[in-house]
């Protein structure tokens, strides 16, 4: 009968007011109360607004009115005590989780402060390889701006110098030469001049003018100038001649042409052919390389030698050098002005390979012409 009445919502009466909360849950004390028969005392009926009823509520709430004072407040402590032990193992609980949570908490800072530090270093080497490289690439920079500068300057002298070359090139031809490229001339004609004490001046008495010619070089080389232009054939080989402008749009040095074909068989070789056929065939190569070097020989004394080309003895007044070798070969006048005259005309053919003649077709032509009749005429010795 007991268990039948404690299941009834009935609790012993412990105060007026509202009931201690377990669970989050409040209980509050009905004003209505309820008479009971055979002299029972009214208890009031307390109401939950709640739905759910834990065990420890309802092992609190369902105590019965005719218990013993005594049992009822052992079964309130029990339950209280079962409450509070409840309690202090969920609050043991959360300071555990807690605890987790500071320890993590402090791994995280740890991270957070180690990742920091390491972000300021990485950015620090970052900055100064940084400011590395931009020391570095204004060094480069200073650098090159001053070989550009040097490189300007010595461009502008090398422009310079070219077109004073150009210049002198262009005023300058094998009939006459100008001086500031042949200095040996001048320093001949001097040695001439002092030989036959001829005055600067001319002999016969004649009034001048501004642009008068005084000395006799000047006249020499005006002479000179005048005879290479009225020095001029008639008649021209027309077949020579477009062979000639076939080879100036592409000029060339190879014998493959046949423009220079036709010049070196017809007067190179043979203006060129000497007894010593070894010698003469060094002598040519080097004179189509530019590698050769002739020279009077010193001293004032005259000496009959045996010429190296001709095989004869003449008296050599020269000797010629042929490209790296160190010896000297001794040569007679006329092989030397034949060996001038092959020169004087590749000289010429260099000059219109390399751009430096801008005349016309024709007179170059003509001027070519008349250097084969230098080497034909210095050939039979009339040079």
Known sequence: ME?????????????????????????????????MSDGEMEIPVRRRDITRRGPLRQAFSEVLPNEDPKKRNQTMTEAKEYAFGRLQDELNIAQSELKLKDEECEKLLKVRDQIGEELEELTASLFEEANNMVQDANVKRMHSEKLLGEANQQ???????????????LTSTPSSPNKHLNPQIADTEKKKDKEKNLKPFWKTHRRSTSHHQFTKEDRIEAEAQHNALT????????????EFQSWRRNPSLSRNCAFIARIAAEDICTCLNFSNNLLAEKVLTCVENNTLAIEPVGGDHVYVHKCQLSQILKVCNYKVKLGEDPEWYTISQHCRNRIAAVCDFFTYVRYIQQGLVKSEDRDVFYEI?????????ARLGYV
């Open 231 to 242: 020095d001029r054939c008639k008649e021209i080989d027309d077949v020579c001649f477009e």
């Open 3 to 35: 268990e039948d009445k404690s299941s009834e919502a009935v609790q012993s009466p412990t105060s007026d007011s509202e009931l201690p909360s377990f669970n989050g849950v409040k209980e509050h004390v009905s004003p209505s109360s309820t008479c």
């Open 155 to 169: 461009v502008e002298v090398l422009q310079a110098e070219v077109s004073a070359l150009k210049q002198l090139v």
């Open 369 to 377: 012409v008349r250097l084969r009749k230098q080497m034909a005429l």
